[in-house]
């Protein structure tokens, strides 16, 4: 059963992402347009649950299954959409998840929402102490509930989200794209 652990951040999630990103790029190469660190892990300073979330945007999505047995090799398990229409997910660590990958086509709409909701915790600090606080509380609430962990953040997740596409200093995604 997966345990829900917050914990303080540490600065040694960056060393993690870059190590990930590295061994990413040199998997699928070209097919990489951009690679981010996204999530609570991102965030410095931000209280998060230990798992290096990362967002790589490629050219052609249709093509990610065929580096399946490479990633499989790296230590993860391949999801394939896993809820969300045109992405590919891949998870490591078992049940003590140390890394998310998620992917996507170039200009898939997830994309500008991930950056946006990362980039306004990292320019409003007083939203990401809000955000930690509810994370720790809910993670000793629903300590071996993940839906209900996820799920009772999901209305605080969506108000970032507005405020990010109304907030002009995170202009990452024009407002016509906006994700419903």
């Known amino acids: 059963m997966r345990e829900i652990k917050?914990?303080?951040y540490k600065t040694e999630w960056q060393n993690q992402y870059e190590i990930e990103k590295r061994l990413l790029e040199a998997i699928f190469g070209a097919e990489i347009l951009s690679i981010h660190h996204i999530g609570?892990?991102?965030v410095p300073g931000l209280a998060a649950k230990p798992i290096i979330d990362i967002l790589v945007e490629v050219k052609q999505i249709?093509?990610?299954h065929t580096y399946n047995n490479e990633m499989v090799k790296m230590g993860y398990e391949c999801k394939g959409e896993n809820g969300i229409e045109g992405r590919?997910?891949?998870q490591k660590g078992g049940e003590d998840r140390t890394h998310h990958v998620h992917m996507y086509e170039q200009g898939h709409p997830e994309i500008g929402r991930h950056l946006r909701f990362?980039?306004?915790l990292r320019k409003h600090a007083d939203v990401a102490w809000e955000y930690a606080r509810l994370k720790q509380e809910l993670a000793k609430k629903y300590q071996f509930?993940?839906?209900a962990y996820v799920e009772r953040k999901t209305s605080f997740i969506r108000n970032v989200d507005e405020m990010a596409?109304?907030?002009?200093d995170v202009p990452f995604i024009s407002k016509q794209n906006r994700v419903q």
């Open 6 to 8: 917050v914990v303080p």
């Open 40 to 42: 609570s892990t991102s």
């Open 62 to 64: 249709s093509l990610i």
């Open 88 to 90: 590919r997910y891949f």
């Open 118 to 120: 990362r980039d306004y």
């Open 145 to 147: 509930n993940p839906e």
């Open 165 to 168: 596409f109304e907030n002009d």
